[in-house]
T-cell receptor
């Protein structure tokens, strides 16, 4: 069965410092992995996705994530946090092929302090 | 591109009434639309998958007679919460996949907050 675990429910960083949001997955099949961001009162926005191409995936707004099969991880990073990055982040897994269910992690709320 | 809208954004209703939520793909055709539910400070849970012109597929534990889904066209899906009760209060989010597009990518609407008094 597919599942995804976000290891931190809340992460707080200072503006300009690095961001690390952790995600581990479980999948019996070749997974597709995503990171979505949800700002208050707005729809989910896709940050990036991994679909068995390059293991280091670059997304929008300076975010990137690295797929590590040996660690079953897909952590999201950003070198320097911006105030506008404060939001809820979801790690999502599905297995490749067809319209498959997106399985969401519990979410990590990122707070960015001046 | 690939914008999904939902209407209404917020709705408050009395217990026992029915509420309809619309999900529209504004600039693309969506063969498949998905309905999610998000409780406060929790993640999204898939309720059902709807394909244009056919019956929706509901996830285990979701009452199909309570949450009626219609996907009559390639740009519109509706979710009707029938005989709503306070426990149905939640944030309902739809998503849509491009017809003929990458099957992994879903575009999400902004959500509808339902409060049942």
């Amino acid at each position: 069965a597919q599942s995804v675990t976000q290891l931190d429910s809340h992460v707080s960083v200072s503006e300009g410092t690095p961001v690390l949001l952790r995600c581990n997955y479980s999948s019996s099949y070749s997974p597709s992995l995503f990171w979505y961001v949800q700002h208050p009162n707005k729809g989910l926005q896709l940050l990036l996705k991994y679909t068995s191409a390059a293991t280091l995936v670059k997304g929008i707004n300076g975010f990137e994530a690295e797929f590590k099969k040996s660690e079953t991880s897909f952590h999201l990073t950003k070198p320097s946090a911006h105030m506008s990055d404060a939001a809820e982040y979801f790690c999502v897994v599905t297995f490749s092929g067809g319209y498959n269910k997106l399985i969401f992690g519990a979410g990590t709320r990122l707070a960015v302090h001046p | 591109g690939a914008v999904v809208s939902q209407h209404p954004s917020r709705v408050i209703c009395k217990s026992g009434t029915s509420v309809k939520i619309e999900c529209r793909s504004l600039d693309f055709q969506a063969t498949t639309m998905f309905w999610y539910r998000q409780f406060p400070k929790q993640s999204l849970m898939l309720m059902a998958t709807s394909n244009e012109g056919s019956k929706a597929t509901y996830e285990q534990g979701v009452e199909k007679d309570k949450f009626l889904i219609n996907h009559a066209s390639l740009t519109l899906s509706t979710l009707t919460v029938t005989s709503a009760h306070p426990e149905d209060s939640s944030f309902y989010i739809c998503s849509a996949g491009l017809a003929g597009g990458n099957t992994d990518t879903q575009y999400f609407g902004p959500g509808t907050r339902l409060t049942v008094l």
